[in-house]
């Protein structure tokens, strides 16, 4: 157990939807991580929150959004949802924004959009 | 964008055999990690390489970070079924605010 939960574990859901996945980090942990991984793709960076701030931003789609709340815990918005975000969503923390520390991934939420 | 490969993109072995996954970039990195991850699961760190030619051992795990830091290497002693998932390396890319960037990863079965 890492110490990061994400919910809903899995979500199906129609084309043209729009659906929130959330996250808690561990204790502790500042930063906030979001990540897409598909077959095709791999792991792949969408955006970091440290503290309440955006950080940084990888590949994220205009569609999507995230914000993360005063008591640290981040959510992931997918709107006008299309087939190709059919994915595995995960989020990550750490204890620091820069340097080596390590991530700590939840479980994933499965996103299947029909 | 940084960009890593990794190699072979599957490998399936006997237990008992020994076994090397690559990590290859035409890009410098600040850093390099190895995560395993399993089914169902999110990846968990394994080891982090910071100075060109490192060298970490964690039991029958040996991981290599190249001089140049563009490359690193995972070799297995002895695998063992326990030792089946995907392999990712992730690259810190150097200048940026902590950005990982993943390899799409190596999947290892161990069969018995």
């Known amino acids: 157990d890492s110490g990061v939960t994400q919910t809903p574990k899995h979500l199906i859901t129609a084309t043209g939807q729009r659906v929130t996945l959330r996250c808690s980090p561990r204790?502790?942990?500042?930063?906030v991580y979001w990540y897409q991984q598909s077959l095709d793709q791999g792991l792949q960076f969408l955006i970091q929150?440290?503290?309440?701030?955006?950080?940084a931003k990888g590949n994220i789609l205009e569609r999507f959004s995230a914000q993360q709340f005063p008591d640290l815990h981040s959510e992931l918005n997918l709107s006008s949802l299309e087939l190709g975000d059919s994915a595995l969503y995960f989020c990550?923390?750490?204890?620091?924004?820069?340097?080596?520390?390590?991530?700590?991934f939840g479980e994933g939420s499965r996103l299947t959009v029909l | 964008t940084q960009l890593l490969e990794q190699s072979p993109q599957f490998l399936s072995i006997q237990e008992g055999e020994n076994l090397t996954v690559y990590c290859n970039s035409s890009?410098?990195?600040?850093?390099l990690q190895w995560y395993r991850q399993e089914p169902g699961e999110g990846p968990v760190l394994l080891v982090t390489?910071?100075?060109?030619?490192e060298v970490k051992k964690l039991k029958r795990l040996t991981f290599q970070f190249g001089d140049a830091r563009k490359d690193s290497s995972l070799h297995i002693t002895a695998a063992q079924p326990g030792d089946t998932g995907l392999y990712l390396c992730a690259g810190g890319e150097v200048g940026s605010n902590y950005k990982l960037t993943f390899g799409k990863g190596t999947l290892l079965t161990v069969n018995p």
């Open positions: 204790s502790g942990d500042l930063s």
């Open positions: 390489v910071v100075t060109g030619g």
């Open positions: 929150y440290y503290n309440g701030e955006e950080r």
């Open positions: 990550a923390s750490s204890v620091v924004t820069g340097g080596t520390g390590e991530l700590f």
């Open positions: 890009s410098v990195f600040s850093s």
